[in-house]
């Protein structure tokens, strides 16, 4: 595994970890919120983002209007059945969502969950690392790298973990700044 794969993955890993600190709820609207609700439509799993538009149209108010008008009743049970909490209103064409201010407790158990969402993504980080570093050794010990190259590789494998740890931890203290705000 070349420095540029391990990279590359740990990269991934850092996007993933910020698509799901994105999925947490603030005090404010957000319509990344409902990025991975999926609705029942025609007996096929649809992400909602492509069966309707959404938006915020205040800082308390998601709104979602269907690009088809029979599939509202869906959008409203997905919603009502998810975990998120939610009780959409319905007023036919277009169904709103307010978001109730974060109560101090709320806001403790969501920093808890982008604590796991953070360590998640470390142990995955540490993974890349372990398995790149198992093919230096391998490497090493059938003689197609020195002692010294085999060294070096681990500390630069090492040094880019160290990297992507280091920006996991910044958006994860940037994500429980914006949760601690009222």
Do not use: H
Request: some cysteine; proline content about 3%.
């Amino acid at each position: 595994m070349s420095k540029k794969e391990v990279e590359l993955n740990m990269q991934k890993s850092v996007e993933a970890s910020q698509r799901n600190f994105n999925t947490i709820r603030t005090g404010r609207a957000n319509t990344s919120l409902l990025d991975r609700l999926t609705v029942e439509y025609y007996g096929s799993d649809t992400p909602l983002k492509s069966l309707a538009t959404i938006s915020t149209p205040d800082s308390q108010t998601i709104a979602i209007q269907p690009f088809d008008l029979s599939s509202i009743s869906l959008i409203e049970k997905a919603i009502s059945i998810s975990d998120l909490g939610f009780t959409p209103n319905n007023d036919g064409k277009i169904i709103r969502i307010n978001i109730p201010p974060l109560t101090e407790e709320r806001r403790k158990e969501f920093c808890k969950l982008a604590s796991k969402y953070a360590e998640e993504s470390k142990v995955a980080l540490r993974n890349i690392r372990r398995d790149a570093i198992e093919k230096v050794k391998l490497a090493e010990k059938e003689g197609e790298l020195s002692e010294d190259q085999s060294r070096d590789q681990q500390d630069s494998i090492q040094k880019i973990t160290d990297k992507y740890i280091n920006e996991i931890e910044k958006n994860l203290s940037k994500k429980e700044k914006e949760i601690l705000t009222v």
